[in-house]
């Protein structure tokens, strides 16, 4: 398909998502998690989150816009032109707003008057190509075409809130158009909130109506850390105790596929052959304790000591690299499906370990138990299937699954009727 023809083709695709001026259900849900985004603050500066009371419903509405910057100041434009709910909104509002990136900074849009519009409306198509379909001058046209159609979009000055509490620390745009934190308080210190966090904040809202079964397990893991233990004074290297979680959770799904099944449309589930674990790894960057995610593709496939050498590859890494790549996947992924863009159906969340007393070979003894909480996604998995996975997972912790034989691999895995209990 010739670039023009695939250019006019998504242009027809991006007008059907606001026929009559209006988002259809798959523009509102893709809305929906753009502005969950663009809040969090991990998209570029130039994208936020407006948020303003409903003229008729008083509830607070918010959707993904655009910030165009001319000459040092912030504007607002109006991408579907003047017959637009956030527009008779803030005008109802008499200009009171809420922009969300990193924080809350409460506005004041001043409409601006259609004879100084056109500057702004080609700085807006020049910055928000998702605007283009809907404005019908080209983002390179001459401003004398602006200036006939300026009358048609309607465009807001985003000013300071004067009636703000003025105690509050504010965002104010710096000369390069992005936001500042100002601090106005001694007796406490605003720092940055982590990238890699913001990311997290915006995927967990993603997730917060997903139907969870909780299972709160202690796990006894004195063997494990006596064999691992005994492989640092044997060999001098120290193998990650999360790697070797990480190979038993990946067995224990390769054993029971379901609990990482993945719904495709409304009959059908998605089985698969390999385990991904995904797992944070903390960082210290500037000062700061920041964590780089990690995802060890086919765990189910990898020896300890290899998960264990891709953990170690993780944190020699450098954080904004990591970021980079999560933005470019996070800047498509709500495009290409119309669905919340963090799902997943099992989660491993590791505790403390502490020392309780147990019973082993019919006598009391002191051990090391590791508190787990295993939380499964109830609309694939059931209670019967979820609980044989977590006595699965225990057995494998337990036996230290992988961790007896010359070269720390995983073929030699105890099976479950040769596994070690206490």
Not at 28 to 39: G, I, P, V
Not at 137 to 158: C, G, M, Q, W, Y
Not at 259 to 273: C, I, M, P, S
Request: net charge positive.
């Amino acid at each position: 398909m010739p670039r023009s023809d695939f250019k006019q083709w998504l242009y027809r695709g991006k007008q059907w998502l606001y026929r009559g001026q209006r988002p259809n259900w798959i523009a509102r849900m893709l809305n929906r998690a753009w502005a969950a985004l663009f809040s969090s603050g991990i998209m570029p500066d130039y994208m936020v989150t407006l948020e303003v009371i409903g003229r008729t419903s008083g509830r607070t509405v918010s959707l993904p816009v655009v910030v165009a910057v001319v000459n040092g100041q912030r504007y607002l434009v109006s991408m579907l032109g003047e017959h637009v709910h956030w527009v008779h909104n803030v005008r109802a509002a008499g200009g009171r707003a809420v922009l969300q990136r990193y924080g809350r900074e409460e506005v004041h849009l001043e409409e601006v008057p259609a004879d100084q519009r056109a500057p702004i409306l080609r700085a807006y198509l020049q910055r928000a190509p998702g605007a283009r379909p809907h404005v019908p001058v080209n983002k390179d046209a001459p401003l004398a075409e602006f200036e006939k159609i300026a009358t048609a979009f309607p465009v807001f000055r985003v000013a300071r809130n004067v009636h703000a509490n003025p105690s509050n620390n504010s965002l104010v745009p710096s000369s390069g158009g992005r936001e500042s934190m100002k601090q106005q308080h001694t007796d406490y210190q605003v720092i940055s909130y982590p990238k890699m966090r913001q990311w997290m904040a915006a995927a967990y809202r993603s997730v917060l109506h997903t139907p969870l079964m909780h299972g709160l397990i202690e796990v006894d893991v004195t063997r494990a850390r006596a064999r691992l233990r005994e492989h640092q004074a044997t060999t001098g290297e120290s193998l990650s105790f999360t790697a070797f979680l990480a190979a038993c959770l990946a067995k224990a799904v390769e054993e029971h596929k379901a609990v990482q099944a993945v719904r495709k449309g409304r009959k059908h589930l998605v089985l698969f052959d390999e385990v991904d674990v995904y797992t944070p790894i903390e960082r210290e960057v500037d000062g700061q304790k920041q964590f780089i995610i990690s995802i060890i593709r086919a765990a189910n496939r990898k020896t300890v000591r290899e998960i264990h050498q891709e953990i170690r590859a993780v944190q020699g890494e450098d954080v904004e690299q990591a970021l980079k790549g999560f933005k470019r996947l996070l800047f498509f992924l709500p495009t290409l499906l119309f669905r919340p863009f963090f799902r997943v159906s099992l989660w491993m969340t590791v505790g403390g370990i502490g020392e309780k007393p147990g019973v082993v070979d019919g006598h009391i003894a002191i051990r090391d138990y590791l508190s787990l909480t295993i939380s499964f996604d109830h609309e694939v998995i059931d209670g019967a299937p979820a609980a044989r996975f977590t006595e699965r997972l225990k057995e494998l912790i337990e036996s230290g699954y992988g961790l007896f034989d010359s070269t720390i691999e995983l073929e030699q895995a105890i099976t479950p009727e040769t596994s070690w209990r206490k």
